[in-house]
């Protein structure tokens, strides 16, 4: 629907599982709802600590 290539997304809640589904790269958040972890999503830091910063440090590494 938004017309990328790939898409990432960063989710913490059971609310946010199709959307963490639907994405090409999918991080929760380190102190996510303990039901989301064995999905095979990547991690992130927690929330208080900046999840969608730590997700672009990651991505910048990665894709480097």
Same mark, same amino acid.
């Given at each position: 629907?938004?017309?990328? $290539?790939?898409?990432? +997304?960063?989710? =913490?809640? &059971?609310?946010?599982?199709?959307?963490?589904?639907?994405? =090409?790269?999918?991080?929760?958040? !380190? =102190?996510?709802?303990?039901?989301?972890?064995?999905?095979?999503?990547? &991690?992130?830091? $927690? +929330? =208080?600590?900046? &999840?969608? !910063?730590?997700?672009?440090?990651?991505?910048?590494?990665?894709?480097?």
């Amino acid at each position: 629907l938004l017309n990328r $290539p790939i898409l990432v +997304c960063a989710g =913490d809640a &059971t609310n946010d599982l199709s959307m963490l589904e639907e994405a =090409d790269l999918a991080y929760l958040a !380190a =102190d996510g709802d303990a039901r989301m972890f064995g999905r095979g999503y990547r &991690t992130a830091a $927690p +929330c =208080d600590e900046g &999840t969608i !910063a730590d997700v672009i440090r990651q991505l910048n590494e990665e894709y480097q």
